[in-house]
């Protein structure tokens, strides 16, 4: 299994990023896909998570400016990110995300990406 993130970087405050997260060894439409970022020193906060059926489910603090969605044909889950704040900033993370919201707060379980550093500031 193999999950590599892309598309963070630094972006100021109001500007939008999409994260892409390509899959290797499995197919993401046959399992609940999720973001979740985490801040050093912080714990781990689920922010999206996109179900089988198509459906999703987002964090409170980001309902309205992220979208989740996965493109079956590349096998690959997309987080877009609109209206970026500075306490957006963190690592995003791709993951296996079950069918509880929110999963677990733990990288200990599931299959999870290395992450990309999504940077705010002006």
């Known amino acids: 299994v193999q999950m590599v993130e892309s598309g963070g970087g630094l972006v100021q405050p109001g500007g939008s990023l999409r994260l892409s997260c390509q899959v290797s060894?499995?197919?993401?439409?046959?399992?609940?896909m999720g973001w979740a970022r985490q801040v050093p020193g912080k714990g781990l906060e689920w922010v999206s998570a996109?179900?089988?059926?198509?459906?999703?489910n987002y964090a409170d603090s980001v309902k309205g400016r992220f979208t989740i969605s996965r493109s079956n044909a590349k096998n690959t889950v997309y987080l877009q990110i609109d209206r970026l704040k500075p306490e957006d900033t963190a690592v995003y993370y791709c993951?296996?995300?079950?069918?509880?919201?929110?999963?677990?707060?733990?990288?200990?379980?599931?299959?999870w990406g290395q992450g990309t550093q999504v940077t705010v500031s002006s």
């Open positions: 996109i179900y089988i059926d198509g459906s999703a």
């Open positions: 060894g499995f197919t993401v439409s046959n399992y609940p």
């Open positions: 993951a296996t995300a079950g069918n509880k919201w929110p999963p677990p707060s733990s990288r200990s379980s599931g299959s």
